[in-house]
């Protein structure tokens, strides 16, 4: 079964615009990380946020977790067409190297 | 510096039949894995390897095998082929300092006839 699940599952915005993208999960977590995935090709990671962290930044990327809530968003500052692609959050427990992923959230930008 | 490979990126075979998808990589990471990626399940773990010749099942184990001779190749093999192994297969690896990050392979896209 999945650990994260990302809403929406897809998202269509104009070049320019912020884009949020919001991941849930279901167990206490170790680390939460994003990874964007371009259509055919396989998957990047662009951030990771430890537990003990609450908000980590990476150009235009913006990541918060509220481990209360199991819950994390990504955020993306003036979206560029690259930008279009699937996206990921996996999460981590604590000493297990494996990674659980949801299911995406395909991002749109129009040009 | 070729990172992680996977070949071949495009397969057909028929039920039935054994097949083994490769992962090579050059960075000598002691961990490697194996996912599929189906619509509607995201990506899922097949089977992962902290070391040569050490393996351990993910969620979803049944029907394939594993091996790992050496640090950089973890083949994948299916035993007999069915239609419901039709997807796209991930290798992936992480660094021992950062066991957090994986690094991806391109895929390879399977299709069972």
């Known amino acids: 079964s999945q650990q994260g699940e990302e809403d929406p599952q897809a998202l269509s915005i104009q070049e320019g615009e912020n884009a949020t993208m919001n991941c849930s999960y279901k167990?206490?977590?170790?680390?939460l990380q994003w990874y964007r995935q371009n259509s055919g090709r396989g998957l990047v990671h662009l951030i990771l946020?430890?537990?003990?962290?609450r908000e980590k930044h990476s150009g235009r990327l913006r990541v918060t977790l509220d481990t209360s809530k199991k819950s994390s968003s990504l955020l993306i500052t003036a979206s560029r067409a690259a930008d279009t692609a699937s996206y990921f959050c996996?999460?981590?427990?604590?000493?297990?190297?494996?990674?659980?992923f949801g299911t995406g959230t395909r991002l749109t930008i129009i040009p | 510096d070729a990172g992680i490979t996977q070949s071949p990126r495009y397969k057909i075979t028929e039920t039935g039949r054994q097949v083994t998808l490769m992962c090579h990589q050059t960075?000598?990471?002691?961990?490697m894995f194996w996912y599929r990626q189906d619509l509607g399940h995201g990506l899922r773990l097949i089977y992962y390897?902290?070391?040569?010749?050490?393996?351990d099942k993910g969620e979803v184990p049944d029907g394939y095998v594993v091996s790992r001779s050496k640090t950089e190749n973890f083949p994948l093999t299916l035993e007999s082929a069915t239609r419901s192994q039709t997807s796209v297969y991930f290798c992936?690896?992480?660094?021992?300092?950062?066991?957090?990050?994986?690094?991806f392979g391109p895929g390879t896209r399977l299709l069972v006839l």
């Open positions: 992936a690896s992480s660094d021992p300092g950062h066991q957090e990050t994986q690094y």
């Open positions: 167990t206490s977590i170790n680390n």
């Open positions: 946020i430890r537990s003990n962290e």
């Open positions: 996996a999460t981590d427990g604590f000493g297990n190297e494996k990674l659980t």
């Open positions: 960075w000598s990471h002691s961990y």
């Open positions: 390897s902290a070391a040569a010749d050490i393996t």
